[in-house]
């Protein structure tokens, strides 16, 4: 372990760690863990297999999320038998082990899991926090080291609540300036993936810092933290201050009198000490962040609204020019095409980076008094049924449905396509989400990664447009 001055990561690894099992790897405790009907269904029949129990079924959260319907009916049915099937295996095993936190289809608080984890107050500042998601990584907006882990890891957590864990490298993001009006939290994670690259932070625990970082909201820090997986990061963190602890408070009302003292106190110990060594120093300025716009099949392959495509050619890494020629044929684009202007059919807003009642509002600003444009379909999702319901009683969700957009229930839907949400081939689509990978909202189909404002001005003009011309 380190000596010396301590980085966040250190701290929070050393305060869980039961015992080192060699100089790379520790065995940790985990505060909490929280599982889809996706990713657990073989790691619940391995512990049947055994014979093994689950040791603390209250550090337990599952959620119905990923193959659940999204359209605006209720109850909500699962027609799809495969999916129906997962949904139903979740339930009994949470069952079977005593893990009371179910959410199914139809629980008013389900959603998709990393929204309903920090909503409900279960992450705090200081935690380990396990999931089956590679998108984990968003909590480390509170201050927790956050991470995705694989179903045999997932059996291991929940038969023994800890994980036999290989030690990360560190890496210090610092971004300072000051995010230009009209750029938002979403167009700075994109501008990080650019700087980073795909592979920039391939096993490292990223820890951001700098006076950017530090004017983003609570949401913000989350979507982006949330991205930064897409860099290779198996973590992400930002040291806890006020505006996380007020957060966290108003999330976690139970936490009262003398326990909450005692988490204020313990929150302030939470950051990287003066001196603290990273592996790898990257420096930032916001102040050159404009609206993002991605134009390939990474989230890294991203430029400024008002830029055009690039030439592969104009890469000198060879695996970068060879990625970005099978992008642009794959998104049918050509070098030199201007982003701003390019015709879209779908706009989609939702997924667990950008559909926090924060994200809504964004988009409902843009969209206030106006229609999207004939010929393209627009759908929004909340990132759960609490964040739906709050949306309805502000009147965002009238301004959503007045202007066009189809009003949904919560799931990931067309993050990932696993339910009956799909584009079909040829089909462009602006969408808050995550990942514009090959396929990944329907075979075929091409993504535009973008944010809620963004993406809302592609709605009402048909095309990417830069919202701040609205």
Known sequence: MTTGPQTLYDKLVAAHTVRAVDNQTVLLYA???????????????????????????????????????????????????????????????????????????????????????????????????????????????????????????????????????????????????????????????????????????????VEYQGSAVDALTVEGRMTLCNLTVEAGARGALIAPDEKTAAWVLEHAPGLTGAEREAALSYWKTLRSDEGARFDREVYLNADAVKPMVTWGTSPDQVAAVDETVPDPESFADPVDRAAALRALRYQGLNPGTPLEGLPVQHVFIGSCTNARLADLRAAAAVLKGRRVAPGVRAQVVPGSMTVRRQAEEEGIADIFRDAGFEWRTSGCSLCLAMNDDMLEPGVRCASTTNRNFEGRQGRGSRTHLVSPETAAAAAVTGKITDWRRL
């Open 31 to 205: 505060d909490v863990h929280f599982a889809n009907e996706y990713t657990s269904p073989q790691a619940f029949t391995g512990l049947i297999e055994r014979g093994a129990g689950v040791f603390s079924p209250d550090s337990h959260l599952c959620v119905v999320d990923h193959i659940i319907p999204s359209a605006d009916v209720s109850p909500r049915v699962i027609l799809d038998a495969a999916s129906k099937r997962q949904a139903d295996n979740l339930e009994e095993n949470c069952l079977r082990f005593g893990i009371r936190a179910f959410y199914g289809p139809n629980d008013p608080h389900q959603g998709i899991e990393h929204v309903v984890m920090d909503e409900q107050g279960l992450v705090r500042p200081g935690m380990v926090v396990i999931c089956g998601d590679s998108h984990t990584t968003t909590h480390g907006a509170l201050g927790a080291l956050a991470f995705g882990i694989g179903t045999s890891e997932i059996e291991h957590i929940l038969a023994t609540q800890t994980l036999v864990y290989r030690l990360a490298g560190t890496m210090r993001v610092t971004i300072d300036g000051r995010l230009p009006s009209g750029s938002t939290a979403k167009d700075l994670a994109l501008f990080v993936m650019k700087s980073l690259s795909a592979r920039g932070a391939l096993g490292l625990v």
